[in-house]
DNA sequence: GCGACAG
DNA sequence: ATCTTGTCGC
């Protein structure tokens, strides 16, 4: 039996020493993309393309290191650490890869056959168990408290998580609390969960040695409004078995006809054909926001706490609560 | 030009 | 998420 909720996540992978693998896997005079490594990663979407070239941009380049062998998938040879593109396409001439006149590669040399742990396919395998883990239904009572969970991040490689906790009825604050807690994962459109659960856990624990925690956690991110209904507000949900719901503030999947919203208005997202989550909005001018189920709650309940918290902001009143106070904690 | 992906 | 000043509106 686990004893605390820190102890109920998997090991994360090391993303950025498994790309250093990767990387070491192209040979002298061939190149590979950005597109290829993501799914050599085992993100067939490659939503990380992204997060790698951030991560080529500014890791800690050696002598020797051959990552100006990454190039993007139209040819060009694209961004280089050292910020002179004309160093990068000179190591390529130098490898001997063929450049055009326009001093674009020529991809016939292009490598994409890399032997892979296939990490994000992995974490990708874990969500479907956690979605499939997920409660639906919600046990009927009619909750005295809720509370929203929010981090910022820091430049020292730190995130802070802060929990605050509202009455249901007057929406007053009743509890506040915080932690520092390092972040290692990247942030990678589908994986945010993996980025911020390691935070929110330690939170939830800190919190829950000093009472019970609140009868409805709303979080920062989406629930079931995720590519494999695996959103942070769902894992964090079921891995704490707890009842959670997400609120969203763009939308990451599905469609929504958001066309003369109005204040109050309710409209739905499906995917697939299928409904999961809908948007809201509290004032006819702020965009709206996607309301979705984490764990223990149906749609139509994370709705109408959703509406019910949204009042002066844009955001549910817990949501933005714990947002304010993680900006205001990262200072000092 | 298209598509565009939480935090 | 973060980088950022003043400014428009309730």
Redesign the pocket.
Known sequence: MKRTFSESLCELPDLRSEVLKLLAQVPVGQVTTYGDLARALGDE???SA?WLGAFFKDHDHQHGCTCHRVVRSNGEIGMYVTGDPNEKAGLLKKDGVMLTGLGNVDLACRFSDFHSVKPLKQLKEFQFTLAKRRQRKSQELTPRTFAGV????R?DGNAVGAYVELDSETLAVTFEESVVAPVEFP?I?????F?EMPVLLLLLDKVRRRRDLADIIFV???GI??PRR????TCLGVLINRPTL????????GSVDTKRMRAGDIRPVYDNGELIGNALKTKN?SKPIFASPGNLISLEEATLFAKATMTKHRTPEPIFYA?RF??QL?KN
């Open positions: 979407k490659t939503a992204r929010d981090c910022a991040y430049d942030y459109p589908g994986f945010l969960s980025r920062d991110g989406n409004l995720h695996a959103g942070i507000a997400g609120i969203g503030k763009s939308l990451l999947c001018q947002d993680t900006k990262r």
